[in-house]
């Protein structure tokens, strides 16, 4: 079974920058359409980048459109996501994960019960 590894969370000032890394236990990240997704206490699990493997595509929540970025290594043993001008709406815990899916459509699709490959988290705390 795969396990993915995530890095990179912390507590920053709002404004500020962070880098999350995602790694796979077994070297490879198994699946072609990677997302990273965040949860708070309470609420439902929040898709907010997705990049499918097979075109580099990517999408993005509109809450974190233009200030996160994600990115995957080309040896597809990494995954990452860019966050600038962090907002204490942020806060949340992130969640690296993978799955395979037919079309850049269905990776748009992918909900938190689809996944089939996940981490257990990264905290990230944006205080004001």
């Known amino acids: 079974q795969v396990q993915l590894e995530e890095s990179g969370g912390g507590s920053v000032q709002a404004g500020g920058s962070l880098r999350l890394s995602c790694a796979a236990s077994?070297?490879?990240?198994?699946?072609?359409?990677m997302a990273w997704f965040r949860q708070v206490p309470g609420k439902v699990h929040q898709g907010v980048a997705r990049?499918?493997?097979?075109?580099?595509?990517?999408n993005y929540a509109d809450s974190v459109q233009s200030r996160f970025t994600i990115s995957r290594g080309n040896d597809r043993r990494t995954l990452y996501l860019q966050m600038n001008s962090l907002r204490p709406e942020d806060t949340a815990m992130y969640y690296c994960?993978?799955?395979?899916?037919?079309?850049?459509?269905?990776?748009?699709?992918?909900?938190?019960?689809?996944?089939?490959?996940r981490g257990q988290g990264t905290q990230v705390t944006v205080s004001s």
């Open positions: 994960t993978s799955v395979w899916v037919t079309s850049y459509a269905n990776c748009l699709r992918t909900r938190w019960p689809d996944i089939t490959y």
């Open positions: 077994t070297g490879f990240i198994d699946g072609n359409c």
């Open positions: 990049i499918y493997a097979p075109t580099d595509s990517t």
